[in-house]
């Protein structure tokens, strides 16, 4: 039924395709756990976004109040 020539170098062909496929899965979830997925990237951006704001209104507030605070500090 099958050629037994035609047979050993399919299979030795596909034994390392197979390998490098599973290498770079096993590559690409390791990634993917140490990584920060896409949501909790934005919502980091977004709490720096929030405390940047927050910071600059500090600002403000202190220099009204306060106005040589940038001096003593």
Do not use: C, Y
């Not at 020539?5 to 290498?23: D, G, H, R, S, Y």
């Amino acid at each position: 039924m099958f050629n037994t020539p035609f047979i050993i170098p399919v299979v030795a062909l596909l034994i390392p395709i197979v390998a490098i496929v599973m290498k770079h899965l096993t590559k690409m979830r390791a990634m993917k756990l140490n990584g920060l997925s896409e949501g909790a990237a934005a919502e980091l951006s977004d709490r720096a976004h929030r405390l940047e704001e927050r910071v600059g209104q500090l600002e403000r507030i202190l220099d009204a109040e306060a106005p040589g605070w940038r001096a003593r500090a």
